[in-house]
């Protein structure tokens, strides 16, 4: 299984930016009652943070500094995962990995807020 994110960039405080991720691979394999896929971010110097997640029948979860500005949502006929991030924040600046269970991670796209 391969994950392939994209869609990082540049963006000023408060502006937008959404984020894909496309899976394949041998997906028929995996299991629908523990298919979740995610995003996860690392800043600078700090630790590997859940951002949000959304299992296959659309259960979502997000990390307490994301809620209401972030939106996760995923196409199963497409194998894809996005991110909606609305209002980013400085803080927001870090590596985001796309995931998915049981353990794949995908590379890592780059976001920057600038203030």
């Known amino acids: 299984v391969q994950l392939q994110a994209c869609g990082g960039g540049l963006v000023q405080a408060g502006g937008s930016l959404r984020l894909s991720c496309a899976r394949s691979?041998?997906?028929?394999?995996?299991?629908?009652?523990?298919?979740?896929m995610g995003w996860y971010r690392q800043a600078p110097g700090k630790q590997r943070e859940m951002v949000a997640a959304?299992?296959?029948?659309?259960?979502?979860d997000y990390a307490d500094s994301v809620k209401g500005r972030f939106t996760i949502s995923r196409d199963n006929a497409k194998n894809t995962v996005y991110l909606q991030m609305n209002s980013l924040k400085p803080e927001d600046t870090a590596v985001y990995y796309c995931?998915?269970?049981?353990?794949?991670w995908g590379q890592g796209t780059q976001v920057t807020v600038s203030s």
């Open positions: 959304i299992t296959s029948d659309g259960t979502t």
């Open positions: 995931a998915a269970t049981p353990g794949y």
């Open positions: 691979g041998s997906i028929s394999s995996i299991d629908s009652s523990i298919d979740v």
